[in-house]
C-alpha cells in the first residue's frame, strides 16, 4: 500500500474509534431494557466470580460490543477494501441504480439449478453453471432479482463483484447469495458483454487491531 492508502485507513480507524467511544457504557445506569437477560445470568454468577463483577454493567458492554461488530463488518472492512482496491460499493436495485435484465430462459435456469442444488440432484460446479446459464440467452428480457457488490472494481477489461460475508455465515443466507450471484453475474455479462468478471465471495478476516502512536496496524 502507499502511503495514501495507508492514510486513509489510518482516518476510518479514527473515525470509528471515535464514534464508539461517544457510546461507550460508563454505567449500566441506562440498562432499563434487558431484565430478563440479567435475571438469567445470575444463574451463571458461579462462572461469572472474578471475571465479571458487575452484571448490568455486562450487559450493557456486551450490547455496546454487539453494536461495535456491526459497525466493523457494515463500514469499517468495506471501506479498507474500497481504498485498497480502487474499488466502490455498486448496488443494482430498483432503488439505487435500477434492476439489469436478463433472459426468462436464463431466470429460469437459475431456478432450476438452485433447486437442485436444494435436492442435492447436483453438486455446485462454475463451470457447468456458466455454461448452462450463459447459453440460455434468448427470449424475453425480466429484471434481475436485486443485488450488490460490496466492492465493485471495473476497468477497460474486467469486472470484479465482492460480496464481503462474516467467516461463519449461516445455510439460509449462503442460498440467498449462491442465487443473488448467479442472477448478478448473468445480468453483468449481458452488460458487459466483452469483459472478463468475477463475481464472488470474501470472506472478513481481519482478526485484530493493533495501535500504537502513529501507528495503526492491520494484522489478518
Do not use: C
Not at 456486551?62 to 456491526?70: D, P, V
Amino acid at each position: 500500500m502507499n502511503n495514501s492508502q495507508k492514510q486513509k485507513i489510518a482516518s476510518t480507524v479514527i473515525r470509528v474509534l471515535l464514534k464508539r467511544f461517544e457510546t461507550f457504557p460508563i454505567d449500566a445506569t441506562n440498562n432499563r431494557n434487558a431484565p430478563f437477560h440479567e435475571a438469567f445470568l445470575k444463574a451463571f454468577q458461579k462462572n461469572f466470580d472474578e471475571k465479571v463483577s458487575d452484571i448490568p454493567f455486562f450487559i450493557s458492554l456486551s450490547s455496546w460490543f454487539h453494536g461495535f461488530n456491526t459497525t466493523l463488518g457494515q463500514t469499517f472492512f468495506e471501506k479498507v477494501a474500497h481504498i485498497v482496491s480502487d474499488g466502490e460499493k455498486r448496488e443494482y436495485t430498483s432503488k439505487k441504480l435500477g434492476n439489469l435484465k436478463i433472459y426468462q430462459a436464463q431466470k429460469n435456469k437459475i431456478n432450476q439449478i438452485m433447486t437442485e442444488l436444494s435436492n442435492s440432484e447436483r453438486i455446485p460446479n462454475l463451470r457447468k453453471e456458466n455454461k448452462e446459464i450463459f447459453s440460455e440467452n434468448f427470449g424475453n428480457l425480466t429484471n434481475a432479482i436485486d443485488f450488490s457488490a460490496d466492492v465493485f472494481i471495473e476497468d477497460d477489461n474486467s469486472i470484479t463483484a465482492i460480496e464481503l460475508k462474516s467467516v461463519k455465515p449461516n445455510s439460509g443466507e449462503m442460498k440467498g447469495e449462491k442465487q443473488k450471484i448467479l442472477e448478478g453475474k448473468t445480468a453483468l455479462k449481458k452488460n458487459s458483454k466483452t469483459k472478463k468478471f468475477i463475481f464472488t465471495l470474501a470472506f472478513r478476516s481481519i482478526q485484530h487491531i493493533a495501535i500504537k502512536p502513529n501507528i495503526i496496524r492491520l494484522v489478518s
